[in-house]
Nanobody, 124 residues
Framework: QVQLVESGGGLVQAGDSLRLSCVAS????????MGWFRQAPGKEREFVGA???????NIADSVKGRFTISRDNAKNTVYLQMNSLKPEDTAVYYC??????????????????WGQGTQVTVSS
């Protein structure tokens, strides 16, 4: 089992930055690929980014150039750095763990564990 807890969300203005954190507990965190998804009201949960155990990353085109994903295995934590935030970034952001360590999954069903989500609201 892997337990994930997101934090760092909040209310910000357009152009601001936030860093989301996801702390994982459970065995062998470094053997999991990690992903970030987001879901706005009335919309499907969509892929934001993923990072493998080795540090390879994949960022969705919609946020590429503004968002970066990283991990610190010593802290059992994965991060989503969000810069130049836009109102359309408003959503609940979820982190997820994928048991396949090298996969940079973009589909929800590829992930085995999910956090509770953290709200990000960007005002215009």
């Amino acid at each position: 089992q892997v337990q994930l807890v997101e934090s760092g969300g909040g209310l910000v203005q357009a152009g601001d930055s936030l860093r989301l954190s996801c702390v994982a507990s459970g065995r062998s965190f470094s053997r999991y690929a990690m992903g970030w998804f987001r879901q706005a009201p009335g919309k499907e949960r969509e892929f934001v980014g993923a990072i493998s155990w080795s540090g390879s990353t994949n960022i969705a085109d919609s946020v590429k150039g503004r968002f970066t994903i990283s991990r610190d295995n010593a802290k059992n934590t994965v991060y989503l750095q969000m810069n130049s935030l836009k109102p359309e970034d408003t959503a609940v952001y979820y982190c997820a763990a994928d048991w396949a360590p090298l996969r940079l999954g973009i589909e929800k069903w590829m992930y085995d564990y999910w956090g509770q989500g953290t709200q990000v609201t960007v005002s215009s």
